[in-house]
């Protein structure tokens, strides 16, 4: 028997068939099948739990309701030309002991067949919400409440439309619109299609209503010679938003806290070519700025000249030069915590040329320097709106902690990150660092050595260190 059909069942069947398969962890027709089973073997019938009061459909879990140990995972595949790295990202998951139940829309199933989804879930695809198979107990109700997270990839603009009007006219919009289960979305389409006013205004719409995203990217579309945001996020990308959102809640030791971070290098314009800068890619900065605003922080990031993206839900302001940045960092004030981790150029050309300089017979011309405004030491002597709490940092290329200690008392911060960044370090630019946090004790400073971390675990241990030192002073 390849499926069973039942029909004409009163409800009081229907709910000992829902508890009974709900408490096994299994669909109601296979829970069917095995009391079909147990009857011709002779078993006993079991009875069916006791119910118990459902939850609200407004709530939202925060964490995973296993099963057998693995979250649980609804993946919804819309119809694009995505949809293919979809299959990969059903694999993502089961690697990271997720179970996975596919629905794939009626467009989806024009890139990829229901048998790849399920030979790779383990799991029978839905695809129908008439299916007269899982339907006789409201299929659709149990693909968006027996999950953990539902996550959409490819999110289509006609999907991500119908979800923020609400419609319900097919099995993956239905299961979207009855869910009380958090929801990821994975956007992808045409350019034009994502920056068209319609998308814009239902994409705000959903973050409104609390639906996740991730992505999507800048690239180049499958159209020949089409190029821009709107290509989905990697399936590796996908997979680490879902673990994000299945984890428990993480603390938010700096809720209420306004941190102001400044990051990367200056560019102090010569002529309207050239410049003085130096090689900051800004990956510290930005990452103190991803980790304070998880720990519940809202977030000022003062950045200079760097291709990096914006860290989600940070506050970025760009600039070019030294003189630019202060200015912007005194807007920003007054901040509970300040952490200085742009590399400022020390100095700026007394005059910049109105036009490129030229060589000439003489040679090249004389560029006289000026210092740029210092502003570590500027915000650390304020009077009024000085921070509570302002971090330097110290890049050297010798004496390391003593060059660290000197800058401390010659600046007037609270404390200083030390690093080497001689360039057979690889700091600058690179994806780690070593530390040193000096901190001032009284008239001593203590020196607290870290191991290599990369600088998102740099960032992590800072932002752990100010949490405590913040519960210590209160």
Same mark, same amino acid.
């Given at each position: 028997?390849?499926?069973?059909?039942?029909?004409?069942?009163?409800?009081?069947?229907?709910?000992?068939?829902?508890?009974?398969?709900?408490?096994?962890?299994r669909s109601v027709e296979e829970e069917v099948r095995v009391i079909l089973r147990d009857y011709c073997e002779g078993r006993p019938a079991t009875a069916a739990p006791a119910p118990t009061a459902a939850p609200a459909q407004s709530e939202r879990p925060t964490a995973p309701q296993a099963v057998h140990g693995e979250a649980?995972?609804?993946?919804?595949?819309?119809?694009?030309?995505?949809?293919?790295?979809?299959?990969?990202?059903?694999?993502?998951?089961?690697?990271?002991?997720?179970?996975?139940?596919?629905?794939?829309?009626?467009?989806?199933?024009?890139?990829?067949?229901?048998?790849?989804?399920?030979?790779?879930?383990?799991?029978?695809?839905?695809?129908?919400?008439?299916?007269?198979?899982?339907?006789?107990?409201?299929?659709?109700?149990?693909?968006?409440?027996?999950?953990?997270?539902?996550?959409?990839?490819?999110?289509?603009?006609?999907?991500?439309?119908?979800?923020?009007?609400?419609?319900?006219?097919?099995?993956?919009?239905?299961?979207?619109?009855?869910?009380?289960?958090?929801?990821?979305?994975?956007?992808?389409?045409?350019?034009?299609?994502?920056?068209?006013?319609?998308?814009?205004?239902?994409?705000?719409?959903?973050?409104?209503?609390?639906?996740?995203?991730?992505? @999507?990217?800048?690239?180049?579309?499958?159209?020949?010679?089409?190029?821009?945001?709107?290509?989905?996020?990697? @399936?590796?990308?996908?997979?680490?938003?879902?673990?994000?959102?299945?984890?428990?809640?993480?603390?938010?030791?700096?809720?209420?806290?306004?941190?102001?971070?400044?990051?990367?290098?200056?560019?102090?314009?010569?002529?309207?070519?050239?410049?003085?800068?130096?090689?900051?890619?800004?990956?510290?900065?930005?990452?103190?700025?991803?980790?304070?605003?998880?720990?519940?922080?809202?977030?000022?990031?003062?950045?200079?000249?760097?291709?990096?993206?914006?860290?989600?839900?940070?506050?970025?302001?760009?600039?070019?030069?030294?003189?630019?940045?202060?200015?912007?960092?005194?807007?920003?004030?007054?901040?509970?915590?300040?952490?200085?981790?742009?590399?400022?150029?020390?100095?700026?050309?007394?005059?910049?040329?109105?036009?490129?300089?030229?060589?000439?017979?003489?040679?090249?011309?004389?560029?006289?320097?000026?210092?740029?405004?210092?502003?570590?030491?500027?915000?650390?002597?304020?009077?009024?709106?000085?921070? @509570?709490?302002?971090?330097?940092?110290?890049?050297?290329?010798?004496?390391?902690?003593?060059?660290?200690?000197?800058?401390?008392?010659?600046?007037?911060?609270?404390?200083?990150?030390?690093?080497?960044?001689?360039?057979?370090?690889?700091?600058?630019?690179?994806?780690?660092?070593?530390?040193?946090?000096?901190?001032?004790?009284?008239?001593?400073?203590?020196?607290?050595?870290?191991?290599?971390?990369?600088?998102?675990?740099?960032?992590?241990?800072?932002?752990?260190?100010?949490?405590?030192?913040?519960?210590?002073?209160?």
């Amino acid at each position: 028997m390849a499926s069973l059909t039942i029909r004409k069942l009163d409800d009081a069947i229907k709910s000992h068939l829902r508890l009974r398969s709900a408490s096994n962890g299994r669909s109601v027709e296979e829970e069917v099948r095995v009391i079909l089973r147990d009857y011709c073997e002779g078993r006993p019938a079991t009875a069916a739990p006791a119910p118990t009061a459902a939850p609200a459909q407004s709530e939202r879990p925060t964490a995973p309701q296993a099963v057998h140990g693995e979250a649980r995972v609804t993946l919804i595949i819309g119809g694009g030309i995505a949809a293919y790295k979809a299959l990969d990202l059903i694999r993502r998951l089961k690697e990271r002991h997720i179970d996975v139940r596919c629905v794939l829309t009626r467009a989806a199933q024009q890139f990829v067949t229901p048998l790849a989804a399920s030979a790779l879930s383990h799991q029978r695809v839905h695809t129908d919400l008439f299916d007269a198979g899982s339907e006789f107990d409201a299929g659709h109700i149990r693909l968006a409440r027996e999950c953990d997270l539902i996550v959409v990839a490819p999110a289509t603009a006609d999907l991500m439309a119908k979800m923020a009007q609400g419609h319900a006219d097919d099995l993956a919009s239905a299961i979207l619109l009855a869910t009380n289960r958090p929801i990821l979305l994975a956007p992808a389409m045409n350019p034009l299609m994502w920056n068209n006013a319609a998308t814009r205004r239902n994409v705000l719409q959903l973050r409104r209503d609390g639906v996740a995203m991730t992505g @999507p990217n800048a690239g180049e579309m499958a159209e020949a010679g089409e190029a821009g945001v709107g290509r989905m996020s990697e @399936p590796t990308e996908i997979a680490a938003a879902a673990i994000d959102m299945l984890r428990p809640p993480k603390p938010r030791p700096l809720a209420g806290k306004h941190v102001l971070i400044t990051a990367g290098p200056t560019h102090e314009p010569i002529d309207p070519v050239r410049y003085i800068a130096n090689r900051s890619s800004g990956k510290q900065g930005f990452a103190i700025a991803a980790a304070a605003q998880a720990a519940g922080a809202d977030v000022t990031l003062v950045s200079g000249p760097v291709g990096l993206r914006d860290p989600a839900g940070v506050t970025v302001i760009r600039v070019e030069s030294a003189r630019d940045m202060l200015d912007q960092v005194e807007a920003a004030l007054p901040a509970d915590i300040a952490i200085f981790a742009a590399a400022v150029a020390d100095w700026r050309v007394a005059s910049e040329g109105a036009q490129k300089l030229k060589k000439t017979t003489a040679g090249m011309p004389q560029l006289a320097l000026v210092e740029n405004p210092d502003i570590l030491a500027t915000i650390s002597r304020l009077k009024d709106e000085r921070p @509570p709490l302002v971090i330097g940092f110290a890049a050297e290329t010798e004496h390391l902690i003593d060059n660290a200690k000197a800058k401390i008392a010659r600046k007037g911060c609270d404390w200083i990150l030390a690093n080497d960044v001689s360039p057979a370090t690889g700091v600058m630019g690179g994806d780690r660092n070593t530390v040193h946090l000096l901190t001032r004790k009284g008239k001593d400073i203590d020196v607290d050595s870290w191991p290599v971390m990369t600088k998102e675990q740099v960032a992590d241990k800072l932002v752990a260190a100010i949490a405590k030192a913040l519960e210590e002073s209160s």
